[in-house]
């Protein structure tokens, strides 16, 4: 079994920054794909930004230049450092996980390649 658990979470105003996190517990392979997604009300959840166990990430175009995915292998714990936060970033926010990560940059934000998720960590961008 996996755990994993988000905070970081917050109210901010829009131009400012939140740093989320993800403890990650359990059985837990050396080889990984960890990522970030976001549900805002009445929408599909999406892929923010990934991370392999080799460093290649991957962002959602939405949030190229502003996000950064990181990982504490030493820690097991996820990061996702937000900058530049604006109003439609509002949402919940999810931390999820799965092993043995696809060959492709671009199956990084593919929903279905994660079978572990945390509760999420609401996060609320105002004017």
């Known amino acids: 079994q996996v755990q994993l658990v988000e905070s970081g979470g917050g109210s901010v105003q829009a131009g400012g920054s939140l740093r989320l996190s993800c403890d990650v517990s359990?059985?837990?392979?050396?080889?990984?794909?960890m990522g970030w997604f976001r549900q805002a009300p009445g929408k599909e959840r999406e892929g923010v930004a990934a991370i392999d166990s080799g460093g290649s990430t991957s962002y959602a175009d939405s949030v190229k230049g502003r996000f950064t995915i990181s990982k504490d292998n030493a820690k097991n714990t996820l990061y996702l450092q937000m900058n530049s936060l604006k109003l439609e970033d509002t949402a919940m926010y999810y931390c999820a996980a799965d092993w043995f990560p696809p060959p492709v940059v671009d199956m990084f934000l593919d929903i279905s390649q994660y079978a572990y998720w945390g509760r999420g960590t609401q996060v609320t961008v105002s004017s």
């Open positions: 359990g059985r837990i392979y050396s080889r990984y794909l």
